[in-house]
């Protein structure tokens, strides 16, 4: 058996990137979008790949991303009802360029919503602040209340010295205390008890900005901010589960950045009739690695060796190092030259860390039923 036999991918979602280009050209673009990019998918063509992943695979959520998704116009309304009609949760990850005056913004929002949209997500920072004035989000957030959204977030990248931040979205808004996706360590809430009495979750998502993408050249490695729960040594669980579908119709290993560019993450183009030499790139031992000790671990890996090409020594998050990694065809040579060691290296260092999670959680239990005896004694 080989391991492809195994099923390395169990798709349970996937990106779609609808098209590279874009209303705004933001300095941390992970997927360097832009208003002079052109690849763009019609419907009919996200319809012929969904249905090929579908033959295979369970999808429960299709995100339509970007660039700019809106700009796909109607072609989005009917994808997002085509996913509905299958039972399939979707989101939308937008800009808000589009929203220009209140009836826009309604018209856009009640569209989607009508089609099922579940989940609207709205990136706001100081990024796109040249591109889009905050008077759009403002639009958006307002307009959103109560269309039954199964969420709207806001996701919101910084540095050091941001000026669009938490507080002055909220202060936009004009609504205190917002609810947060995430703590003040990068640690996510649970969300279901944030959700306001419409049902929906309101929330602003704030994450550090990554030097990815556009971004690796334009933000300042001074600026970046590194949270020490936000897991650069994580462990990737999105390439077997989460893939994305590029402007141009092929099968990538995410939406983490642009991963076309990167042979070892471009899977090829997506239809019924390719998806075997898809599935049978599960054996690769490079995909494996990611899964079971992560890109940082595997730059620590390929650092040893002569001719490595790393830029950073420390990372804002999985994805960045995973840039700096993979993004290099010097640690590809590398990785592909020493792949028995690699293997070997991956599955011993996997080992390890099962079984001292296993003695963590025994150690809790342990601990757990003390306390539990105890008060048991006392009372
Ligand atoms: S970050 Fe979003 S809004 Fe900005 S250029 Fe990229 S796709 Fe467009
Ligand atoms: S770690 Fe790499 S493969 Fe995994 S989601 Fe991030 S960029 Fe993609």
């Avoid at 796109?128 to 990248?157: E, Q, T």
Wanted: glycine share 6%; aromatic share 6%.
């Amino acid at each position: 058996m080989t391991i492809a036999n195994m099923k390395f991918f169990d798709f349970q979602s996937v990106t779609v990137l609808t098209t590279d280009k874009c209303t705004a050209k933001c300095a941390h673009c992970c997927v360097s979008s832009s208003p002079k990019r052109k690849a763009k998918l019609s419907f009919d063509e996200i319809r012929g790949m969904l249905d090929a992943l579908l033959d295979e695979h369970q999808l429960k959520v299709v995100v339509f991303a970007g660039g700019e998704p809106s700009l796909l116009k109607n072609d989005l309304v009917k994808a997002i009802r085509y996913c509905t009609d299958r039972n399939i949760h979707t989101r939308v990850v937008t800009n808000a360029s589009w929203a220009i005056d209140e009836q826009r913004a309604r018209g856009m929002l009640k569209k989607w919503r009508d089609a099922g949209l579940g989940d609207l997500n709205v990136s706001a920072d100081d990024y796109h602040l040249p591109y889009i004035p905050l008077d759009r989000l403002n639009r958006v957030w307002h307009a959103a209340k109560g269309l039954g959204f199964n969420s709207v977030i806001i996701a919101l990248a910084y540095q050091k010295g941001s000026y669009v931040t938490y507080d002055r979205l909220c202060e936009l808004f004009g609504e205190p205390d917002i609810a947060q996706v995430y703590d003040e360590n990068g640690i996510p809430k649970e969300l279901d008890p944030l959700r306001d009495d419409d049902g929906t979750l309101y929330a602003i998502c704030q994450r550090p900005a990554s030097r990815s993408g556009r971004g690796l050249k334009l933000i300042d490695t001074e600026d970046v901010i590194h949270l020490d729960g936000r897991g650069e040594y994580s462990t990737c669980p999105w390439i077997r589960s989460s893939p994305a579908i590029s402007p141009r119709g092929e099968l990538v290993s995410c939406c983490g950045f642009e991963a076309r560019r990167v042979k070892a993450l471009h899977y090829g183009t997506l239809s019924t009739a390719t998806l075997g030499a898809i599935n049978a790139r599960g054996d690769d031992v490079v995909l494996h690695a990611l899964t079971m000790v992560g890109p940082k671990r595997l730059l620590e890996f390929v650092r040893e060796k002569q001719n490595s090409d790393v830029t950073f020594d420390r990372h804002v998050s999985m994805c960045e190092a995973c840039e700096d990694l993979m993004g290099k065809p010097a640690n590809i040579k590398i990785l592909r030259e020493h792949a028995a060691e690699l293997a070997a290296w991956s599955i011993a260092r996997a080992k390890r860390k099962a079984q001292r999670q296993a003695a963590q959680r025994k150690q809790a239990l342990e601990a757990a039923a003390a306390d539990s005896e105890a008060q048991e004694a006392s009372a």
